[in-house]
């Protein structure tokens, strides 16, 4: 196992991404980003991490591709790039604050574009153009919430063709919802719909396959739940 006793800083891990022999991951407690390489399941081995603390701010959610390490800083409300060749010492690239990053909090990449949710009220869909990592470039942002976009709360989100699927709650029913937003256009991304669930209902993770949106939830009742998006623009629980 990888631990603190192997000098990884993995105090409230929040998030990994895997490409290839390595994972990362991100530490929200320790502002800090490992590198382990996990080509050999049962004997996990730290290669690298970093604790720029500037740039790592309560490091709450990241994504990879290619040589490039994308980190999305929940305190710090900015998106930091690592440059991740030398897998033994991840270097700062860059940094961006533009767009929605108020408590910047989970991240994915689909080719060229990052797209980026934050978990502050009113909360938001923020695209990034990183054909070009070192000068990252926002395009556009839509609300993470398409009946009330003052009072929407993103937890979590995926990419899958010309949609993005966001969940989380309302903050002003205290609702749980999952939010259909169209990216076909990055620089003008639009809510098409918006599945609303019962109060004290938290929906806090989404995974989608083919033409199924796979929710977890904060209630042991109903912890998961299975939406039909085969109409996007109307998905059926």
Not at 21 to 43: E, G, H
Not at 187 to 196: D, H, I, L
């Amino acid at each position: 196992a990888v631990n603190t006793s192997t000098g990884a800083y993995l105090n409230r891990a929040y998030d990994v991404a895997v490409q290839g022999q390595y994972a990362y991951v991100v530490a929200y407690n320790n502002d800090a980003l490992n590198i382990i390489d996990v080509s050999n399941p049962t004997a996990l081995k730290l290669v690298g991490s970093t604790t720029t603390n500037q740039y790592l701010n309560d490091a709450s959610g990241v994504a990879v591709a290619g040589n490039y390490v994308y980190v999305a800083n929940d305190t710090g409300n900015n998106i930091s790039v690592w440059d991740v060749a030398n897998p033994a010492s991840p270097r700062f690239v860059t940094s961006t604050t533009q767009g929605q990053l108020t408590r910047a909090y989970v991240l994915e990449v689909k080719g060229n574009y990052l797209y980026a949710v934050n978990v502050a009220t009113g909360g938001s869909l923020s695209i990034y153009d990183i054909s070009d990592p070192t000068q990252i470039r926002f395009t556009g942002s839509a609300p993470t919430s398409k009946n009330q976009p003052s009072w929407g709360i993103g937890y979590d989100l995926a990419v899958s063709g010309r949609y993005a699927y966001i969940v989380g709650n309302n903050s002003f029913t205290n609702a749980g919802m999952l939010t259909v937003i169209d990216i076909s256009d990055p620089n003008r991304p639009s809510a098409v719909a918006e599945a609303e669930g019962t109060s004290s209902l938290i929906v806090l993770s989404i995974a989608v396959q083919g033409k199924y949106a796979y929710l977890g939830t904060n209630v042991n009742t109903s912890g998961f739940k299975i939406f039909d998006i085969s109409n996007p623009g109307s998905p059926t629980l």
